[in-house]
């Protein structure tokens, strides 16, 4: 049988751009000659739409595009993702639902099994779950069809599992011979190969052909890579969708032998494609056309603007220098030869006479008192009353450059440095980061090698270093690694041979810096563990790790 | 029997201290002859825990907390909440439980069957569920030990059940003669009288006494408001704990006639209270004493600063009034009026030497464009950067004044007055602010009455006033609740008579604003439906109501 997969990227709530385009490309499988056509989870209202699920108007739209589509479907069946009712009380007054559709109607529909409520993701607060699955009779065959996490709950893949029923198993009871996935799966950095190695292992273990289609394209924070996987009985590929851009095809699901070979480009390319679209479609899908950042010199922010040019073009994307009297005259020179290797345009607006005026005005408040962070901070924060007047002025958005590391222990300014539309790189360590610079600069210098290789520096004081503040990246890191993402305890990462009063430093540092989390722009998910919205600490509290 | 009533303020993850207050208010209750003893859902851990949930450090802590507490607790039984582990797999790790504690050891545990997972709740994500509830043998009695959702689904009393199961019937079928119920149940303007009202049909529908222990106390956004209630089998009132202060009581719930009457306060007063305690948690659970605020003269600011003079005292409140050029002589009058009569420092700090360094360092790149918001929010950010300098400088937090209304609709600066700890008013439409001002001037003039009865103006071009951007307040605030309270349409909203064109630009006004909210200062919720956790809408989306 020869499955049409339409991997596209839909918009939230863009119902007749969503509908227009799933009908343009069900239309071009069905001329390659489809038998069977997929497109993503919730595809038509776009996803996540979190709240907008509360408003009936929402609602009601969606269940309008669904009629729509249906009506330019024809013999050939359209399985599509979209938000149902669910009329018995009690109960959530809606579903995750998959339709199938064929000639004008709604001849099937499956509601999801498995509702995933952690990390990001909230489906328990909107959605009921099915009851039962059942087979969808095609053609002689028996289609299982499942959505998304219905197949994450495999118990030989699994260490644990998480749900108690498997809906995967429940269909191939029943005779499934075809499985079906419509996915809104969001990336993070591996994630592509371990979902492959997943569907690998429910293929072969129940012995049939298995075809997911992925959503593709960037809402926020989330960023869904495609990659949408057709495998034949064995559990050998038989297409794999492109990553980080859409994809539609059509794959005979009954070949015996494999007909691809998984290849993945090296982590640091494909960190730096799903960034580069997690820029392009927040942009985009937000109706901006171009982006304006800081330019400190500093291996962040050039990483920053290397992916702004890459997602929007040169054209697209103003970087601005903002020197004070701290700055080195290095920052200046690499921001400029930054500026001239992407070719973009570049401004130098100091923020000199502005910091004098703020000084002036606190002088007789300030009297007696010793320099801290309050001078250092209110520098941080001219830049970004610059960044937002010019944001403002020229209708651009304003990213912001603070790494993860940054972020996890608050060496940054909150209305500063974080000032932006989105933390393009909030989600990736300094290390990372080194990592990704040298493979930009792989080829040919783009970023400048002084950004690369002179210590990090915030420059807001004199000869300030951020190791005066902070232990070496390395480490930093690797504290962080084992206490935000892994959630040991202190004592356990002391165990692992760390020094208990470095431990203790970086913990009292995350904990401290929460309120400037919870008031940072969305930043781009590319780990199991991001801060935001999938991480979720309360600020007035005195848990201490012991 | 005697039931004694622990409504106390606890915070989360000071575990050292939740278990010293709760033993000391233990052992009071048992001097005054209480038989079986009450504290709150999920006291010992604080409420709500959210991601600190995930972390194996912070059950542990509260699993030892329970054990050192059952150490001091004698022959009189105390039942309080705590996080469980829950060993059957599938399924998630923890429960939300009650234990019973009696001659050092937990003796009974119940888990809470009903998990509510909307507005700010979560507890899908962290707890698995009781899969059955029993009640517990004491002296004689079946004792129904639910924990606060196991209450709120009752039949009669609500339109529409939310759950399947009613655990309140499953005890009284298995024969429970007395309702106890743990709470952690946060307020919203009336509450406290829907939830007696909730109370007393369930008392009286099954014909027994009902105690219902509150949490007191303000967590980030959430405030509980304690109002803890006893009620005798007709439903009467035994007892009624204070609102919004701790408060521990012994209460005879067999006695046949009423003994206390409820009596409310005026709306004003329990908001006004509400919302000072709300300060009052949130800067000293974050370990602060004192606060500084802008003062506009208007009447927002000049509320927020009347709430933190009665939360902190007027010797940690410190008043700031920022003018510049376009900044009227009655706005200074009035912040300086209002700042006697408050008893509060007050400093004048002219924005307008930064201003002018800032259109200068700007002049180049914006020359030949019109004035537009930029210049307006260049002004708001000053303030900003000032307000952040003292704060940096001396230690206190900042609290920002926007109310509901700007909030709504973005009238308010990103980074500018939106800068800040806590968002006092974020969830008081502004024509509640004008009737809380009245209340407040209800004996003598504290708010200068300037204040109150000129018209709003954010002063940030010549002659500004906020109907010249908005409607007026009154159909703002209404078709503001229509739209993001209620959820209705457009077409629901223009059919109610508001004028198409208004509502269409209120509509598009707080869509289109969703990234300002997105970064605001966590707000005091004060109403079903507060911008904040508790609603989560996607920031790029084009969902346009119809």
Redesign the interface.
């Known amino acids: 049988m020869k499955i049409g997969v339409l991997q596209l990227n839909s ?5 007749a ?1 969503n509908r227009d385009k799933l009908v343009a490309a069900y239309e071009r499988v069905c001329a390659s000659g489809a038998e069977f056509v997929i497109a993503p989870e919730l595809f038509l209202c ?1 996803y ?5 699920l ?5 609602i ?2 969606n269940l309008a595009a669904v009629v729509e589509v249906a009506a330019r479907v024809g013999v050939v069946p359209l399985c599509v993702g979209f938000v149902d009712r669910n009329e018995t ?3 959530r007054p809606l579903t995750n639902s998959a339709a199938v559709l064929q000639n004008g109607t709604i001849i099937w529909r499956q509601i999801k099994s498995l509702l995933p ?2 990390d990001v993701f ?1 489906e ?2 909107y959605f009921e779950p099915a009851k039962s699955v059942a087979p969808f009779e095609f053609q002689g065959r028996k289609l299982g069809i499942t959505i998304c996490e219905d197949i994450w709950n495999d118990a030989d893949f699994w260490p ?5 029923r498997d809906p995967i198993k429940e269909l191939i009871a029943q005779g499934a011979d075809l499985i079906l996935n419509i996915s809104a799966s969001p990336w993070c950095v591996g994630k592509e190969q371990t979902r492959l190695a997943m569907l690998q292992r429910v293929a072969r273990d129940e012995r049939v052909p298995l075809v997911q289609v992925n959503l593709v394209g ?3 924070e989330l960023i869904f890579d495609g990659h949408s996987v057709a495998l034949n009985r064995a559990g050998e590929p038989l297409a794999l969708g492109k990553g980080f851009a859409e994809d539609v095809f059509v794959v005979e699901v009954d070949e015996p032998v494999p007909t691809v070979t998984a290849q993945w480009p090296v982590p640091e390319e494909q960190l730096f494609r799903a960034l580069s679209l997690g820029i392009r ?2 942009v985009t ?3 901006f056309k171009s982006v304006v950042l800081g330019l400190s010199g500093g291996i962040d922010s050039a990483i920053t603007a290397v992916l702004a040019v890459d997602a929007l073009g040169a054209d697209n994307v103003l970087g601005v220098s903002m020197p004070a009297r701290y700055s080195s005259s290095g920052s200046l020179t690499d921001a400029e030869a930054l500026a001239k290797n992407l070719g973009i345009r570049y ?1 130098v ?3 000199e ?2 910091f ?3 000084e ?3 002088a007789g ?2 009297s007696g ?1 010793k320099p ?4 250092e ?2 520098q941080s ?2 830049r ?3 960044l ?3 944001s ?2 020229f209708g651009s958005l304003v990213l912001t450059t603070g790494n993860k590391s940054e972020m996890a222990v608050g060496y940054c300014t ?2 500063g440095d974080m ?1 932006g ?1 989105l933390a393009v790189i909030a989600d990736v360590f300094k290390t990372d980061i080194y990592k990704l610079a040298r493979w930009i600069n792989r080829e040919q210098v783009i970023i400048p090698t002084d950004s690369i290789t002179k210590p990090p520096s915030a420059e807001l004081r004199p000869d300030q270093k951020d190791q005066d503040s902070l232990p070496e990246y390395e480490t930093l890191d690797a504290i962080l690694q084992l206490y935000v993402v892994e ?1 040991l ?2 004592a356990e990462i002391i165990q692992r041979g760390f020094a208990a009063a470095v431990v203790n430093d970086v913990i009292n540092k995350v904990t401290f810096s929460e ?1 400037k989390r ?5 930043g781009l998910k590319v780990s199991p563990r991001a801060f935001g ?1 999938g ?12």
Chains 1, 2 share one sequence.
């Open positions: 918009t939230i709530g863009d119902y751009a776009g996540p739409p979190r709240d907008l509360l408003r009936p108007d929402f009601e739209a009380r009690p109960g409520t952690y909230d328990d607060r644990e599992r998480l749900y108690r960037a809402n926020d479609d927040y899908k937000c109706k401004e607006l100091p923020i006479p502005g004098k005026a703020i002036g005005q606190l408040v300030f008192t801290n962070e309050a001078e901070n209110i924060r001219l970004g009353v610059t937002m007047a010019l403002n002025k909150l209305y000032c539309a959630n305890s202190k309120y919870r008031q940072a722009a969305p919205s991480r979720r600490i309360p600020v007035a509290q005195r848990f201490r790790a012991s």
